[in-house]
């Protein structure tokens, strides 16, 4: 199935653009041997439709149908396997993972995606520890970048790019970081959005959570 192709100069450098999101439902708890649900708003049934996109030529490139609580990370590890050379993959934050983003690079392709805020983010340390016998500390390799504090020193609307960081406390993927500050009337559309889904989900956020989903995109 395919639609027109996107013309555009800023897609020239990838063989594909691939977005994979995917979005649930409720449906009556007769339906719950076979779909089961994720749990949320009370309901037992559910179903999961995931689609990956090809937007440069309209394309779809996977379509599944599946029971509300399946995995988005376990799936989008699975279409990671399917990754080609010089494709940009776009992904939403449940497919969120540190090793699918290290495989993609490893198969010469790219990704985008938000970053999630339990994610620690590093830079490499200009004042390593040492042991007496002149050998680096290993946990002195990195420290630990202070996002918010960064924030605080943007104004609304400003971006800025952080051309290497590192990220996770264990693995230390080395990437690239934009950081945005969301304008006035962005903060709203994602406060909204954020007692949205405290609501439907029947969960609190913590109020860090709070500031990081509202303030920083990646």
Do not use: W
Not at 129 to 134: A, I, N, T, V, Y
Not at 174 to 201: D, N, P
Request: proline share 2%; glycine share 8%.
């Amino acid at each position: 199935m395919s639609s027109s192709s996107l013309p555009c100069k800023l897609d020239s450098p990838f063989h594909r653009i691939r977005i994979l999101d995917s979005t649930v439902f409720q449906l009556p708890d007769s339906y719950a041997e076979r779909y089961q649900g994720s749990g949320g708003s009370a309901h037992a049934a559910g179903m999961k439709i995931r689609l990956e996109y090809e937007l440069k030529t309209g394309s779809f490139l996977q379509v599944d149908v599946g029971p509300g609580k399946n995995s988005d990370r376990l799936y989008g590890t699975q279409r990671t396997k399917t990754v080609e050379e010089k494709e940009l993959c776009i992904r939403d934050l449940g497919y969120f993972s540190l090793g699918d983003f290290e495989e993609i690079e490893e198969r010469g392709a790219f990704y985008v995606s938000r970053l999630k805020v339990n994610v620690r983010v590093y830079e490499k340390n200009g004042n390593m520890e040492r042991f007496k016998d002149g050998k680096v500390k290993k946990q002195s390799l990195y420290k630990e970048i202070d996002i918010e504090a960064i924030m605080d020193r943007l104004e609304l609307g400003e971006i800025i790019e952080l051309p290497e960081v590192y990220l996770g406390r264990d693995k230390k993927l080395r990437t690239r970081l934009l950081i945005y500050k969301l304008t006035e009337e962005q903060t709203q559309k994602r406060l909204m959005v954020c007692t949205q889904q405290e609501k439907k989900k029947g969960i609190t956020y913590k109020e860090r959570t709070k500031f990081l989903k509202i303030l920083i995109t990646y």
